[in-house]
């Protein structure tokens, strides 16, 4: 009788392993669906790759920022969209070398050689297979800078006739940088986005003319 007890409960207990398997399983496919529409429905570029730079996955996001196809991209490798002439690019890939991981902005170049900035955070990981690879997530950040330039550029010309301008106290003319005495109206001209039409006031007609 014990026997036929203990061979019962080692069943049980068989069949409730492999129904716990059965539901973790389950779990792991609705965990990998999950992510696998956030990864398709992402709106920054994603890359799944091997560490020699061989591209397992790429995400619409990637092949619309690209103009590459999945099976292009898998031929190609990661080394098609970057630019080797970024000066940054070594110190990008030490980087990852030392920690796994990087995040920066480098250039990246598209399918039809157009380049463009973009942050990039890459990271290494070892997958359930044992397997090393990277995941990396690219955003385009051109326009985002294209405005930054264009606020400082605005900031520059802002400050250009700021702070105190050393003018002759007869002629009028102002003393530039270089210490020489120039115009007040080429002045403000060259260091400013102003111009001048030219005229004459009615004390100046007064003066110059008289009654006439």
């Not at 999950?34 to 397992?56: H, K, M, S, W």
């Not at 900031?155 to 020489?180: F, H, M, T, V, W």
Request: charged share 25%; hydrophobic share 35%.
């Amino acid at each position: 009788m014990k026997n036929n007890v203990g061979q019962e409960e080692r069943d049980l207990g068989g069949a409730f392993v492999a129904a716990q398997n059965g539901v973790d399983d389950i779990m792991t496919l609705q965990t990998e669906k999950t992510y696998g529409t956030l990864l398709e429905n992402a709106l920054d570029a994603v890359f799944l790759t091997r560490p020699n730079g061989t591209i397992l996955y790429a995400n619409p996001a990637a092949c619309a920022l690209f103009g590459y196809t999945l099976d292009e991209f898998r031929v190609l490798g990661r080394g098609s969209v970057v630019d080797p002439s970024d000066p940054r690019l070594a110190e990008a890939f030490e980087q990852r070398r030392k920690t796994g991981r990087f995040a920066g902005v480098l250039t990246l170049v598209r399918k039809d050689g157009t380049r463009f900035s973009a942050e990039l955070s890459p990271a290494m990981f070892t997958d359930t297979s044992g397997e090393q690879r990277t995941s990396m997530f690219i955003r385009n950040v051109s326009e985002r800078e294209r405005i930054i330039g264009e606020l400082h550029d605005a900031l520059a010309k802002a400050k250009q006739l700021s702070g105190l301008l050393p003018i002759c106290a007869s002629c009028k003319k102002i003393r530039n940088d270089e210490g020489y005495w120039e115009d007040v109206a080429v002045y403000i001209r060259e260091h400013s986005e102003a111009d001048f039409s030219h005229g004459i006031c009615p004390d100046c007609v007064q003066k110059l003319y008289g009654d006439l």
